[in-house]
Every structure is written in structure tokens, then in C-alpha cells.
């Protein structure tokens, strides 16, 4: 049951294209402070990533969408899932390794302020690694294991324009599972522009 709960891949330079409903609150604007919530049809916002690289005989892409709920004006919950191609054909006479990622998550955002926010996410991860090569069938042998994450952390976004905003975000892994592809300690950074529609 936990496998169908979350998962998670994360990428360290994306490009961000949002579909976005009243999440960001413009410059100008200042949350007042009030007890009324934001009307039902606003509470609603959506979003996403989507992540690429490619360089000599290596290709990524990942698409991560987003669904987030405005508890108040400055509190936020939401889920994410994620997905990601990878090919990597730079280990010659070995064949190209086609493999693929999967996952989702859950967030809670609070604004401290229009442009900064803290951010907490429960993450779990399915991720493809090579055990072994098999020789006689030029294949690569592979398991699949689940990763958890629990990242904490926070970002900054800067309206740009019309419906156009600019963010970086970083987080951290608290858990530091053994079977994770990552670093322990390193941090998790993303960035890019959103454009809402």
C-alpha cells in the first residue's frame, strides 16, 4: 500500500511551466489579515515541472504535475507525481541503458511573506539500478527499490510580469534513505520560471 502512496524523482535544474490559479500574490499586493478564507473556485491551484538534459549520449525527461489547495491565504497543501525517461548510451561497448523512474508526493507550503515560503514534502520514489551485466545477452540485469524522502526547506518567487514569476527553491532529505541516488546532505535546488494560465 505505501508503493501506491508517494514517490518522487527530483532534478536539479529544471525548466517550470505552471498552470497556475491565484497562487502567487503579485508584489503590490499585501495577504490581509483576516479569518475569511479564499473563495471556493480560488482555493485551487495547479502546476508543475518539467525537467530535461541531454549531453554527448545521455538524455533525461521528467514531468512532474502539481494539484495544490489554499487552506487559508498563506497555507497551502498539495500532491505531485512524477515520471522520467532516462537513456544512457556513454558506456561503450556496453548498450545504451534505457530505463525509467516514478513517484509522487505530498507538500505543505506556508508564505511568510508574498515571496518566501517554507515548504515540507513527504516523498517515495521507484528507481531502476543495475545489479548486474549479462554477458551472453548483452542486457543489463536490474532491480527496482522504493526511495522515501522528507524534504524541508524553502524558496523565494518574484513576479516578473503578467501571470509570470520567477522562483529558485531549496530543500533538504532528513531521511537520507541507504538506497538513494543522492548524496546525503546535498542539497535539492530547483528553479525557473512559471507561467500561469
Known sequence: MKHL????????????????????VDEEESIPVTTNLPAAE???????NIGF?????????GVYPLVGYKVTPK?????????AYISDD???PFPALKTSNYGGSIFSRYRIIP??????????????NISSFNTLENTY?????????LLLGGGISQNIGPNTWAFIEVLFDVINDDNS???????FISFGVGVGF
Do not use: C, M
Open 5 to 24: 502512496f508517494l514517490a518522487l524523482i527530483f532534478t536539479f535544474t529544471s525548466l517550470s511551466f505552471a498552470n497556475v490559479i491565484n497562487s502567487i
Open 42 to 48: 480560488s482555493r485551487w491551484y495547479y502546476g508543475g
Open 53 to 61: 538534459s541531454f549531453w554527448n549520449d545521455y538524455f533525461y525527461l
Open 75 to 83: 497555507l497551502s497543501l498539495g500532491a505531485k507525481v512524477g515520471y
Open 90 to 92: 556513454r558506456y561503450e
Open 115 to 128: 515571496q518566501l515560503y517554507a515548504h515540507a514534502e513527504f516523498a517515495y520514489w521507484s528507481y531502476e
Open 141 to 149: 540485469n536490474t532491480e527496482r527499490f522504493w526511495v522515501p524522502y
Open 181 to 187: 541516488p543522492y548524496e546525503s546532505g546535498a542539497p
